[in-house]
């Protein structure tokens, strides 16, 4: 499989529900971030996460990391129907101080029902 | 929080043509980059310009591609003979702040179709 692979590919749930997201990597990262796609548009940053945190949160969102399983997850409570897009993981790579380019998942796309 | 803008929102050419996809970063940034996908799979990405050069470029960014800053502030992204698997949504992005490990700004995307 290739860096940043999310599962599940899809999820359906309803509003009120919580979603949870899973990624995994491979390689060395310096830190993985989290965007959102509605539909046809451009990636919206949710969240970013450096290699030597373990959680995070933002607003709805909380993200968790773990270095030693190459595995992040994404959880949004309480959703809402506008949550329905796509999310991608992206990792981090390369030597630049954290300019690095991005390496994608697959993504994982949303729907919450309400 | 400050924008990053593409043009045009949607491009259609012929096969062999050149196309010229434009965008506008943040102002007063470094780095730069192309990325893109193809329908329903993931981003991809093509190449990071740092300070006026290209400081990597991907596989997928072979002879066919270049990319220029014509005026200092605007980048451009040149397909130079476009072919069928280039159809896809083209996206550029600038770091988020003008800081490292802050994330990225990406644009809204040139929708590319090459009939």
């Known amino acids: 499989s290739q860096q940043g692979e999310e599962d599940p590919q899809a999820l359906s749930i309803q509003e009120g529900e919580n979603a949870t997201m899973n990624c995994s990597y491979k390689?060395?990262?310096?830190?993985l971030q989290w965007y959102r796609q509605n539909s046809g548009r451009g990636l919206v940053h949710l969240i970013l996460?450096?290699?030597?945190?373990r959680e995070k949160h933002s607003g709805r969102l909380r993200v968790t990391l773990d270095t030693s399983k190459k595995s992040s997850s994404l959880l949004i409570t309480a959703s809402r129907a506008a949550d329905t897009a796509s999310y991608f993981c992206?990792?981090?790579?390369?030597?630049?101080?954290?300019?690095?380019?991005?390496?994608f998942g697959a993504g994982t796309r949303l729907a919450v029902h309400p | 929080e400050p924008e990053v803008t593409q043009t045009p929102s949607h491009q259609v050419t012929q096969m062999g043509q050149e196309v010229i996809l434009r965008c506008v970063p943040i102002?007063?940034?470094?780095?730069f980059y192309w990325y893109r996908q193809i329908l329903g799979q993931k981003v991809e990405f093509l190449v990071s310009?740092?300070?006026?050069?290209?400081?990597?470029k991907s596989e997928i960014f072979d002879d066919q591609f270049s990319v220029e800053r014509p005026d200092g502030s605007n980048f451009t992204l040149k397909i130079r003979s476009t072919k069928l698997e280039d159809s896809a949504m083209y996206f550029c992005?600038?770091?988020?702040?003008?800081?490292?490990?802050?994330?990225?700004?990406f644009g809204s995307g040139t929708r590319l179709t090459v009939v």
């Open positions: 992206a990792t981090g790579v390369g030597l630049s101080g954290g300019y690095n380019k991005l390496i």
């Open positions: 390689t060395s990262i310096n830190n």
């Open positions: 996460i450096r290699s030597n945190e």
């Open positions: 102002s007063n940034h470094l780095y």
């Open positions: 310009f740092y300070n006026n050069e290209i400081s990597e």
């Open positions: 992005a600038s770091p988020r702040d003008n800081r490292p490990n802050y994330g990225y700004t």
